[in-house]
């Protein structure tokens, strides 16, 4: 099976194609397809990896892959969420919504937080799956670490932020991972047969599955 990967972001589009690589799930990325911009425009995760997928699939004529990420902070009441990426203005670098983050939580002393991806699947036919990853962990006080991008350097996961992982650390354990790590089961499954089915074996709490096969 020939898919797309339906990211703008040349950081994300990269951790993606390395943990399928990894994952080795019976498919060939396209790096070469081209699709228009898609204005993230959904109030959830979900639809605006569904927004995107869907419009790369009509596009290309290819089955298609897409995400979107937040990340939940409990002393903001799950903020910044669907708008993570854009936390500190529709321009904002990384440094500026970790920026932001910090002075949110400044002198907070609940820190915990969650980032939490969902990965949508369209083919061109319309069949649909929704996969989700969720990774538990606290806001530090300042950044740590040359790796990653966002948030990373300001999300810590046992000790340690996951800028201060390695690629390959990052990538056995992130809430993108995860996800991925259930998107390629499901490929598994649609190569073998007609749709899409959520059955199968045991996974790690972090992941979630939704399909709609119509």
Known sequence: MRIVVASKNPDKLREVEAVLARLGPPVEVVDDADWPDVAETADDLEGNALLKARAAAAATGLAAIADDTGLEVE???????????????????????????LAELEGVADRRARFRTVVAFVTPDGREATVEGVLEGRITTEPRGRGGFGYDPVFEVDGRTLAELSEEEKNRISHRARALRRLAELLDETVDAPEPRSEGRDRDPGERTAVNPS
């Open 75 to 101: 002393a903001l009441g799950g903020a910044p969420g669907v708008y993570s990426a854009r936390y500190a203005g529709p321009r904002a670098t990384y440094a500026e919504n970790v920026a932001k983050l």
